[in-house]
């Protein structure tokens, strides 16, 4: 049976969302989804028209209404549509949004746990996600949608029977997290560190951050659980700001500081295709594998199953659902590229969607445990680490040590603030740099041989994406030429 004919899969009922918005619907509907992408939208969808910037949605709805989507959420009739066509008439579409997200949320008798952090919230999400998926219905946000519209958006998609719901939130000025968590109203949050990230937003420093991340606690109510990381400088705020806002502590980390850490990595054994991971959680004891690398990712998983075991969850269950997950496009996935030896291909690490001085660090580490094929290098191509503040040129020349003691054989940067880098390294380990990603990626296409391993890393606004592109597209490429000459 198709399941956008299952009533039990109704997400909104035209009434139900004209009750919570106030608005004024012109036919009657069942909507299985909610979508605020036109590219996206699957058949049985409820379209939102957001106006968000230069891009207004309501351009979008009848691309949406033609792809499937049983109505749209407007302001106005959009052009293109009968004015008879199918509409939840509202005065606001952001507004409507949240409010749906609020309805959805307050109907909800599901476990809700929030993940904020100044790195490795996304996949902490999705660790959470697997780990839970297992155990009952668990809805968790898309990708990094964890802002303004990301939160309530994916509110707005919880169905009514969800067990479980798992929700990403952040940002990068003072004061954005405490109305996103009064939307969510987590009953478990995750704060997995914090981290030198969206420096230029914070006159206090990383103290300010710190308080940042705390607003968490403030859409929690008294008694909630919070999983803390014990290890960080800035514990003693977060469990202060934890005690004015009535929050129980939980605490991971890496050894029982004082005797107090609740969950603790016992060991972790990284290697190239994985870590190993023993922790004692909250005092059970549990062994695993993760198909990602790295002790920061091992840490962000003992955090992911104190979470799950405050929810009622199996942690064994959802270990091992978590040694099966894939990591996610462009936050460390690899990818083997054949130009021209399928034996020895050259090796992708894509880190292309985010970057911070913590979380390059991490990567390099990584890249040092993957030894290139034969005749191949280690080689890193960085973007820009954005919204670091005033020490940005500092942060950026600064990775020239850990690049160095990972033994990575050429540095390929663009943009203006990874230029302190390339000034800062060794010659002999100096690739090109450029101003930006598109003339980089040219670049590096050509000065690739089989058994290299390439790691492209940066910000997401520094467009390092677009590297990786070009070297997923150059074994087509090659293949065309090599047929080309035969011809």
Same mark, same amino acid.
């Given at each position: 049976?198709?399941?956008?004919?299952?009533s039990?899969?109704?997400?909104?009922?035209?009434s139900?969302?004209?009750?919570?918005?106030?608005?004024?619907?012109?036919?009657?509907?069942?909507?299985?989804?909610?979508?605020?992408d036109?590219?996206?939208?699957?058949?049985?969808?409820?379209?939102?028209?957001?106006?968000?910037?230069?891009?207004n949605g309501?351009?979008?709805?009848?691309?949406?209404?033609?792809?499937?989507?049983?109505?749209?959420?407007?302001?106005?009739?959009?052009?293109?549509?009968?004015t008879?066509?199918?509409?939840?008439?509202?005065?606001?579409?952001?507004?409507?949004?949240?409010?749906?997200?609020?309805g959805?949320?307050?109907?909800?008798?599901?476990?809700?746990?929030?993940?904020?952090?100044?790195?490795?919230?996304?996949?902490?999400?999705?660790?959470?996600?697997?780990?839970?998926?297992?155990?009952?219905?668990?809805?968790?946000?898309?990708?990094?949608?964890?802002?303004?519209?990301?939160?309530?958006?994916?509110?707005a998609?919880? $169905?009514?029977g969800?067990?479980?719901?798992?929700?990403?939130?952040? @940002?990068? $000025?003072? $004061?954005e997290?405490?109305?996103?968590?009064?939307?969510?109203?987590?009953?478990?949050a995750?704060?997995?560190t914090?981290?030198?990230?969206?420096?230029?937003?914070?006159?206090?420093?990383?103290?300010?951050?710190?308080?940042?991340?705390?607003?968490?606690?403030h859409?929690?109510?008294?008694?909630? $659980?919070?999983?803390?990381?014990?290890?960080?400088? %800035?514990?003693?705020?977060?469990?202060?700001?934890?005690k004015?806002?009535?929050?129980?502590?939980?605490?991971?980390?890496?050894?029982?500081?004082?005797?107090d850490?609740?969950?603790?990595?016992l060991?972790?054994?990284v290697a190239a295709?994985? %870590?190993?991971?023993?922790?004692?959680? @909250?005092g059970?004891?549990?062994?695993? @594998?993760?198909?990602?690398?790295?002790e920061?990712?091992?840490?962000?998983?003992?955090?992911?199953?104190?979470?799950?075991?405050l929810a009622?969850?199996?942690?064994?269950?959802?270990?091992?659902?978590?040694?099966?997950?894939?990591?996610?496009?462009g936050?460390?996935r690899?990818?083997?590229?054949?130009?021209?030896?399928?034996?020895?291909?050259?090796?992708?690490?894509?880190?292309?969607?985010?970057?911070?001085?913590?979380?390059?660090?991490?990567?390099?580490?990584?890249?040092?445990?993957?030894?290139?094929?034969?005749?191949?290098?280690?080689?890193?191509?960085?973007?820009?680490?954005?919204?670091?503040?005033?020490?940005?040129?500092?942060?950026?020349?600064?990775?020239?040590?850990?690049?160095?003691?990972?033994?990575?054989?050429?540095v390929?940067?663009?943009?203006?603030?990874?230029?302190?880098?390339?000034?800062?390294?060794?010659?002999?380990?100096?690739?090109?740099?450029?101003?930006?990603?598109d003339?980089?990626?040219?670049?590096?296409?050509?000065?690739?041989?089989?058994?290299?391993?390439? @790691?492209?890393?940066?910000?997401?606004?520094?467009q390092?994406n677009?590297?990786?592109?070009?070297?997923?597209?150059?074994?087509?490429?090659?293949?065309?030429k090599?047929?080309?000459?035969?011809?």
């Open positions: 049976m198709n399941k956008k004919n299952m039990s899969d109704v997400i909104w009922t035209a139900d969302a004209a009750n919570i918005t106030g608005g004024e619907v012109t036919s009657d509907w069942r909507a299985f989804g909610v979508s605020i036109s590219r996206t939208v699957q058949a049985g969808d409820l379209f939102v028209a957001l106006t968000c910037g230069i891009k309501h351009d979008y709805v009848a691309d949406a209404l033609k792809k499937g989507a049983v109505a749209a959420i407007v302001s106005e009739v959009p052009k293109g549509c009968r008879d066509a199918s509409f939840l008439r509202v005065k606001d579409t952001l507004e409507a949004l949240e409010a749906l997200g609020q959805a949320r307050h109907r909800s008798a599901a476990k809700i746990i929030a993940v904020t952090g100044s790195v490795g919230k996304t996949g902490t999400k999705e660790l959470l996600a697997a780990g839970l998926k297992c155990q009952g219905q668990a809805h968790a946000s898309l990708k990094s949608f964890n802002n303004y519209i990301g939160v309530p958006f994916t509110l998609s919880m $169905h009514a969800s067990d479980y719901g798992v929700f990403e939130i952040g @940002m990068n $000025h003072p $004061h997290i405490t109305p996103l968590s009064t939307q969510v109203k987590p009953h478990i995750i704060i997995t914090v981290a030198p990230v969206h420096m230029e937003h914070f006159e206090e420093g990383i103290e300010g951050i710190a308080k940042a991340k705390a607003e968490i606690f859409g929690m109510e008294n008694g909630s $659980h919070a999983v803390v990381n014990r290890d960080i400088d %800035t514990f003693p705020i977060l469990k202060l700001e934890a004015l806002d009535g929050i129980q502590l939980v605490t991971f980390g890496r050894s029982s500081v004082e005797d850490t609740d969950s603790v990595l060991e972790c054994l295709n994985g %870590t190993r991971v023993k922790a004692s959680i @909250m059970e004891e549990i062994q695993y @594998m993760l198909h990602w690398s790295g920061h990712i091992a840490m962000n998983s003992i955090a992911a199953l104190t979470a799950i075991k009622g969850g199996d942690i064994k269950k959802a270990s091992e659902a978590m040694s099966k997950l894939e990591v996610p496009i936050r460390g690899r990818e083997y590229l054949d130009l021209g030896n399928a034996n020895n291909p050259v090796t992708l690490i894509d880190e292309s969607y985010n970057a911070s001085p913590i979380s390059m660090t991490a990567a390099f580490k990584v890249l040092a445990l993957i030894d290139p094929g034969r005749g191949g290098r280690r080689i890193a191509v960085l973007g820009d680490m954005l919204e670091l503040g005033k020490r940005a040129p500092q942060h950026h020349a600064d990775l020239a040590l850990p690049l160095r003691a990972a033994n990575i054989d050429l390929y940067t663009c943009g203006t603030l990874m230029k302190t880098l390339h000034e800062a390294l060794p010659n002999d380990n100096k690739g090109a740099h450029c101003d930006v990603s003339e980089l990626a040219e670049i590096v296409t050509d000065v690739l041989v089989p058994g290299d391993v390439v @790691m492209v890393k940066g910000s997401f606004g520094s390092m677009v590297v990786v592109e070009a070297m997923r597209a150059l074994p087509h490429k090659l293949k065309q090599k047929e080309h000459n035969v011809l």
